[in-house]
């Protein structure tokens, strides 16, 4: 019999809605049961594409014994991290504190009032390497709160008042200054792996928002030691097996420090930022190889992440069939020597292998390589190896695909449309713009109230039923703002500007400035979860100061400057201590340094040729957070073009910052000098 879980939206829940397993999804029903049975609570948190979620849940929560005890002893909650990320994050914080690492899935025993007293994330069927068997954990938390109720409930109330203690050390509400950001990049430095590109040892994630920091660090300040490690990284990315070589868009991190072996799940928002680094490199050098794999990933989001209402789904699934019934982590991407001669005949599937990294005792598992672009000597045939390509790409859209976890995430759908319209803006992919602003319609027609109260999940056309958190108003306002400067729409600036004062009014300390990751008003866990350090995708934090202030520069709103500067204090404290993880953060400290600057580009008419390549010069200059608003002489649609006339006649640019302007300009290569840093 189906539990509680069968009419939720989100797809990971739906996986365990036929479990033995009397699930409950998070509610305070669920609690109020728990209280009445006077049994604990079992909260297990994952999300659709984790690996090892699956795995538990296939040995553990479909075994009709283990369900059997579940569901006497205690209440069972499901959560989904990612429509949920507020309950994931205030957890999360308990199991690290207590055990020193935290992952997916996450296993936390709660008092019927929330309060976390054992904390895991996986459990085997049976005990393995010093780890106890699920079944004896359950067993054993169940026999601690029958017998020893007193002491268990002492020590979950003591947790909770641990975690209270931990409020964040504010720093001051000043930005970064030169000295800050010097420093960050001396620590990148130090972290830096030289041989190899990237930061640290294995796993090795892509470290997106470090490289945007870099980008703009170097624009504007020449450092060509930041440039050279956002490049370097960049290539070996997209020449390792974290990158797929045949249809395009990155796994989420690397296993190993070489960039060979990925954890194969692909999500949004990884695939949403790496395609706007590769694209913003571009824009500083010209790389043909930044050029292909900016494209490259968003003709990937759009073509099997995009929804049939016009929405981004969140991620395709690391396992797949493996052809044998059997679900296999990377079954759909890897090749053997054997495979590649089926398809491609002896010949060329020696100049395949040689190509793309394929030997005979293989880079994975079973004697299967991920394929990879390894630097080589000699000169391929570019018109054989892209036959080839297309060749094994056809093969392999034969086999079983990855499960796609189709719900709508409204942050990870506003890192998307920022992407896609800047991508789409830069090589001339109006089909690429116009996805973005699907997207965008999608979030405003079915995420947002008449409030501008975001929902942040939606699925199949339905919105999910949870609020909004603070990244979510972050991102998509982003999404928005870059979508205002690429279009000439100012309507896209409004619904940032509402998105922008709830996080003003409902997610900002009015008493110093810090910001926190749920509203005011949203529902009360045993804290109110904050945290301005980047994850796998831009903290809410940085992520919101960064919108306010590109929000500030267009219409010169001084509240909203000030709001990000005092945002930005907690990066003065933590960028020279921790800048790897809080990229974001750097990257839009540089942009206050630089102004940000404000561009408006004036011209007879959108789609007049003159006023084109004004604009189209703006949005490619590499000044740090740069917004540009363009529109037709006299236009009210953008507060920047307010007294902007054409100059003799023709379209013009007129470029301030720090309230100092520029005088106009009807030359688009002097517009070019003026935005490059």
Not at 324 to 338: I, N, Q
Not at 371 to 390: N, T, Y
Not at 587 to 593: D, F, H, I, S, Y
Not at 645 to 664: I, K, M, S
Request: include cysteine; charged fraction near 25%; aromatic fraction near 8%.
């Amino acid at each position: 019999m189906p539990n509680r879980l069968a009419h939720e939206t989100s797809p990971y829940l739906l996986q365990h809605a036929d479990n033995p397993v009397d699930w409950w999804p998070w509610s305070g029903e669920a609690f109020e049961e728990a209280r009445r049975r006077g049994v604990p609570v079992h909260l297990s948190v994952g999300y659709s594409s984790c690996h090892w979620c699956h795995v538990l849940a296939k040995e553990s929560f479909q075994d009709e014994v283990t369900a059997a005890f579940m569901n006497e002893h205690f209440v069972n909650i499901k959560v989904d991290r990612e429509e949920r990320p507020d309950v994931d994050a205030v957890y999360m914080e308990a199991v690290q504190a207590a055990t020193g690492q935290g992952g997916w899935p996450m296993t936390v025993f709660l008092t019927p009032d929330a309060e976390p007293f054992y904390f895991g994330t996986y459990f085997p069927p049976a005990p393995r390497q010093g780890m106890p068997s699920f079944r004896q954990v359950l067993q054993g938390v169940s026999q601690a709160w029958d017998e020893r109720r007193d002491e268990v409930t002492e020590v979950a109330g003591k947790i909770v008042r641990d975690l209270a203690g931990r409020e964040i050390s504010y720093g001051d509400a000043r930005t970064p200054g030169e000295e800050e950001l010097a420093q960050a990049l001396l620590g990148l430095t130090r972290e830096y792996d030289p041989q190899r590109g990237g930061f640290g040892g294995a796993p090795k994630f892509p470290p997106s928002m470090v490289l945007e920091f870099l980008l703009r660090h170097h624009a504007r300040t020449g450092a060509e030691g930041a440039l050279q490690m956002a490049q370097d990284t960049c290539e070996r990315m997209a020449r390792g097996g974290m990158y797929d070589q045949l249809g395009g868009g990155f796994a989420r991190y690397s296993v190993d420090r070489d960039w060979v072996v990925p954890h194969f799940e692909k999500m949004l928002y990884d695939n949403a930022l790496l395609c706007r680094v590769y694209a913003h490199l571009w824009r500083a050098t010209g790389s043909e190889l930044a050029r292909r794999v900016a494209l490259e990933t968003a003709d990937f989001m759009v073509r099997e992440l995009r929804t049939t209402e016009g929405g981004f789904a969140s991620a395709l699934d690391a396992d797949s069939d493996d052809g044998t019934g059997k679900h296999v982590e990377g079954a759909y991407y890897v090749w053997t020597p054997e495979q590649l001669r089926e398809v491609l005949g002896e010949q060329d599937a020696e100049l395949a292998a040689q190509v793309f990294g394929v030997t005979e005792e293989g880079t994975f598992e079973e004697g299967a390589s991920v394929l990879q672009l390894p630097v080589r000597d000699g000169v391929f045939d570019a018109e054989k190896v892209a036959s080839i390509r297309e060749r094994l790409l056809a093969a392999r859209s034969g086999r079983p695909a990855p499960g796609r976890d189709d719900k709508v995430v409204a942050a990870w759908n506003g890192l998307a449309i920022a992407a896609l319209a800047e991508t789409g803006a830069y090589f001339d992919r109006p089909d690429l713009v116009e996805a973005a602003v699907a997207g965008a319609d999608l979030l405003v027609r079915l995420h947002l109230d008449e409030q501008a109260r975001l929902t942040r999940t939606s699925k199949d056309g339905h919105a999910g039923a949870n609020a909004g958190v603070l990244e979510d108003y972050a991102d998509v306002a982003e999404g928005f703002l870059a979508l205002a400067s690429v279009t000439g729409e100012g309507v896209w600036l409004e619904f940032a500007g509402f998105l922008l004062d709830h996080v003003l009014v409902r997610f900002t300390d009015p008493e110093s400035g810090a910001l926190y990751d749920t509203a005011a008003d949203a529902e009360r866990l045993i804290r109110r979860p904050q945290d301005p350090t980047d994850n796998a995708a831009p903290s809410g934090w940085t992520a919101a100061a960064n919108a306010l202030l590109s929000y500030a520069a267009h219409t010169g709103s001084a509240p909203h400057r000030a709001a990000a500067e005092r945002a930005l204090g907690v990066v003065k404290a933590l960028g020279p201590r921790v800048p790897r993880f809080i990229g974001w953060g750097l990257a839009a400290a540089e942009a206050v340094l630089d102004g940000p600057r404000e561009v408006a580009i004036v011209g007879p008419a959108l789609d007049d040729e003159g006023t084109r390549t004004l604009h189209r010069t703006a949005l490619l200059g590499t000044a740090p957070g740069a917004v540009v608003a363009v529109g037709v002489a006299g236009s009210e649609e953008f507060p920047l073009l307010a007294d902007r006339p054409l100059v003799g006649g023709e379209p013009a640019a007129y470029v301030c910052r720090n309230f100092t302007c520029d005088a106009p300009t009807t030359e688009p290569d002097r517009l070019n000098t003026v935005l490059s840093g």
